[in-house]
T-cell receptor
Framework: DAGVIQSPRHEVTEMGQEVTLRCKPISGHNSLFWYRQTMMRGLELLIYFNNNVPIDDSGMPEDRFSAKMPNASFSTLKIQPSEPRDSAVYFC?????????????FGEGSRLTVL | KQEVTQIPAALSVPEGENLVLNCSFTDSAIYNLQWFRQDPGKGLTSLLLIQSSQREQTSGRLNASLDKSSGRSTLYIAASQPGDSATYLCAVYTGGFKTIFGAGTRLFVKA
């Protein structure tokens, strides 16, 4: 079984450039989460979707961040324009349908470096 | 507001030792608690999930316990090996798609 698939694994870009991170959740999972991990702040929830609908984006740090989930098998997290303080590892996670499950399955992450 | 704390932040043990990692949470109204392992540069791998109605879960050399009333969970690792070296995170699911993570315990097992 394929797990959560993220791309790219590593991204190095210059300040001001647009960055798009991609995620394919586990088939059959109906919830998808974007997290950011840094040494200083640990894991932070940015946004989550249920049945492709954004439920809570209160964790998105600024309007420069946006996320979409056009279908059940694909999501993107976009940063435009990127800034050095956005450097972090961005994780996508999905969760199965079962009520009250809350069990999370993570991808390998996308390590973003903004110069 | 739910807060999750993990103690110690880092731990170094000799190979073969049994060890316990601790996780505490402030609000006992949880649906489940999940323990993860994270290797450097990698994602989080789920180790054990304990439902709120359960007291413990076991997988191989790992045993996780849950005491909801006291807001505590422990992850017991038997006969530790160098390959167990990683960061271990606990996370509580409070419903409504909310999962709260601890900061993790960084474990180093010396050969």
């Amino acid at each position: 079984d394929a797990g959560v698939i993220q791309s790219p694994r590593h991204e190095v870009t210059e300040m001001g450039q647009e960055v798009t991170l991609r995620c394919k959740p586990i088939s059959g999972h109906n919830s998808l989460f974007w997290y950011r991990q840094t040494m200083m702040r640990g894991l932070e929830l940015l946004i989550y979707f249920n049945n492709n609908v954004p439920i809570d984006d209160s964790g998105m740090p600024e309007d420069r961040f946006s996320a979409k989930m056009p279908n059940a098998s694909f999501s993107t997290l976009k940063i435009q324009p990127s800034e050095p303080r956005d450097s972090a590892v961005y994780f996508c996670a999905s969760s199965p349908v079962k009520s009250g499950s809350g069990e999370l399955f993570f991808g390998e992450g996308s390590r973003l470096t903004v110069l | 507001k739910q807060e999750v704390t993990q103690i110690p932040a880092a731990l170094s043990v000799p190979e073969g030792e049994n060890l316990v990692l601790n996780c505490s949470f402030t609000d006992s109204a949880i649906y489940n608690l999940q323990w993860f392992r994270q290797d450097p540069g990698k994602g989080l791998t789920s180790l054990l999930l304990i439902q709120s109605s359960q007291r413990e879960q076991t997988s191989g050399r790992l045993n996780a316990s849950l005491d909801k009333s006291s807001g505590r969970s422990t992850l017991y690792i038997a006969a530790s090996q160098p390959g167990d070296s990683a960061t271990y995170l606990c996370a509580v699911y409070t419903g409504g798609f909310k999962t709260i993570f601890g900061a993790g315990t960084r474990l180093f097992v010396k050969a």
